[in-house]
């Protein structure tokens, strides 16, 4: 073999060594700690990783929020929210939404710390839970990774409503809610979808208006 045609055969042999390297499997990959849900190949988390605790806890007491519903019969709902399990952003507790809002109607708000007419709007869906006295549950949903943005904002609005963190969008993509904010969705006391409302509320006689439309229920 002349050495043209060696010097060919080592650089072959090269190349092929460098794809094998390529693509052969490593076990020495850092491992990414999920606390949300796999899109694809990606891990999301739902809340910002310095979102912790103790990071929130001055937010929390200066939010003061209401307790988020629990569990009041037997068994959960088999409806669009079966399943999803998010945390209570006034405590940090677990909620279970399919055994949490069944039995009771409920008007789920979607919004975030950004969103301008969210932060019209929840003041408005904070007065008319208090008229509802307990007969309709009126739960915030913060649709953004920014957990303590959305604490912060929420106690300088004055809104105590119940709220839970879904920074995946887990609820949205359940019940095929549009990419706007804000949004409310209206569940029966089944547990089932009875209508979803991309739009926000500018007063409680407008809310009262769509729950009564949709869940037969007025103020």
């Given at each position: 073999?002349?050495?043209?045609?060696?010097?060919?055969?080592?650089?072959?042999?090269?190349?092929?060594?460098a794809l094998i390297y390529a693509i052969w499997p490593r076990g020495d990959d850092p491992q990414t700690e999920a606390t949300g849900p796999r899109q694809g190949t990606a891990i999301v988390e739902?809340?910002?990783a310095g979102d912790t605790a103790e990071a929130l806890a001055p937010l929390r007491e200066r939010a003061r929020l209401a307790p988020c519903p629990t569990p009041t019969a037997e068994g959960g709902s088999t409806g669009p929210l079966a399943g999803i399990v998010l945390?209570?952003?006034?405590?940090?507790?677990?909620?279970?939404?399919?055994?949490?809002?069944?039995g009771r109607p409920t008007l789920i708000n979607l919004w975030a710390y950004w969103c301008g007419p969210c932060a019209e709007?929840?003041?408005h869906l904070q007065d008319y839970a208090r008229q509802m006295e307990g007969?309709?549950?009126?739960l915030t949903v913060h649709q953004d990774r920014?957990?303590?943005?959305?604490?912060?904002?929420?106690?300088?609005?004055?809104?105590?409503?119940?709220?839970?963190?879904?920074g995946t969008g887990a609820i949205a993509a359940a019940v095929g809610a549009p990419s706007v904010l804000p949004v409310s969705i209206l569940i029966?006391?089944?547990?089932n979808?009875?209508?979803?409302?991309?739009?926000?509320?500018?007063?409680?006689?407008?809310?009262?208006?769509?729950?009564?439309?949709?869940?037969?229920?007025?103020a």
């Open positions: 073999m002349n050495s043209s045609a060696a010097r060919w055969s080592l650089a072959a042999l090269l190349v092929v060594a739902d809340r910002r945390e209570c952003i006034g405590d940090g507790s677990s909620v279970d939404l399919g055994a949490a809002l069944i709007e929840l003041p007969r309709l549950t009126v920014n957990e303590a943005n959305g604490l912060a904002k929420l106690a300088d609005y004055g809104v105590t409503l119940p709220g839970v963190q879904d029966d006391a089944d547990g979808v009875a209508k979803v409302l991309p739009q926000p509320f500018r007063s409680v006689e407008e809310i009262d208006d769509a729950v009564a439309a949709n869940l037969g229920i007025t």
